[in-house]
């Protein structure tokens, strides 16, 4: 059985759903029909947010994700999921770990539907922030949650 949450986070509504337990979405959209709510049922993953959101260092790696389907993403995502509060790693260094290109990452990374719990807004370019599949300037504000200084070029 699915269930739905919504957390009102200060950078719009975050819309979760779960399957057995297992998380299979964590997006910014008001994307749930908000009768089928249920945030009991992530009352932990959304006290994590809260702190996420008020700029505390919040871990989520014992939060279970269902991964997808697509070995090669699966992959992608469990090696991002290493990647820690606070730090940056370029999609080279993905791709150099998983014997694949960094557009191959950024593509799998694009498809991620499971928003900062497999942490793909921590992933950069070699020359700049690189995509994100929710606009540059929301991983933008992401990172600077996690304490991260752009004001010089990025």
Request: with cysteine; glycine share 8%; aromatic share 10%.
């Amino acid at each position: 059985m699915i269930k739905y949450g919504l957390f009102m986070s200060p950078l719009g509504p975050i819309s979760v759903a779960s399957e057995n337990d297992e998380i299979v979405m964590l997006d910014f959209c008001k994307c749930v029909e908000t009768t089928l709510v249920d945030n009991n049922s992530f009352r932990i993953l959304f006290d994590r947010l809260r702190n996420y959101f008020e700029g505390k260092k919040v871990e989520f790696d014992d939060i279970p994700v269902k991964m997808p389907q697509n070995h090669f993403r699966a992959r992608v995502f469990k090696e991002v999921r290493k990647v820690k509060w606070g730090q940056l790693v370029r999609y080279k260094d993905i791709a150099d770990s998983l014997g694949t290109s960094p557009r191959a990452v950024g593509m799998a990374l694009s498809k991620n539907s499971v928003l900062i719990i497999i942490p793909c807004h921590r992933v950069v370019a070699e020359n700049g922030l690189g995509g994100y599949s929710r606009g540059i300037g929301l991983k933008k504000k992401l990172l600077i949650l996690e304490g991260h200084n752009f004001t010089e070029s990025v």
